[in-house]
């Protein structure tokens, strides 16, 4: 069975830093392309980041670009997602999924997911 494990959110004043583990089992890590997707209640779901594992390409959204940096260990199947000068509009459930599109705007159908880390920055 396909699993992810988001762990690594909190409470962080605006500025501040966090680093989020996504923990993956039950499928080949290094064959597909893995994302870091958010959600607010009552918005849309957004795609900040996707990685290859295979390869290393990586994917970044305008709004994280610069301060986000998305990798991963595959000996250990996880992808990080490090998360510096954060602002209150990155409130929001975090969480990891496949399929990760580079080229293909949000919202799509997903396959597989976790049930996320909350992340929130306070003013």
């Known amino acids: 069975e396909v699993q992810f494990v988001e762990s690594g959110g909190g409470l962080v004043q605006a500025g501040g830093s966090l680093r989020l583990s996504c923990a993956a089992s039950?499928?080949?890590?290094?064959?597909?392309?893995i994302g870091w997707f958010r959600q607010a209640p009552g918005k849309e779901r957004e795609k900040m980041s996707c990685?290859?594992?295979?390869?290393?390409?990586?994917y970044y959204a305008d709004s994280v670009k610069g301060r986000f940096t998305i990798s991963s260990d595959n000996a250990k199947n996880t992808v990080y997602l490090q998360m510096n000068s954060l602002k209150p509009e990155d409130t929001a459930l975090y969480y990891c999924?496949?399929?990760?599109?580079?080229?293909?705007?949000?919202?799509?159908?997903?396959?597989?997911w976790g049930q996320g880390t909350q992340v929130t920055v306070s003013s």
């Open positions: 999924a496949v399929p990760c599109y580079y080229g293909m705007d949000d919202p799509y159908e997903l396959s597989g």
């Open positions: 990685i290859s594992p295979s390869d290393g390409s990586t």
């Open positions: 039950g499928f080949a890590f290094g064959d597909n392309a």
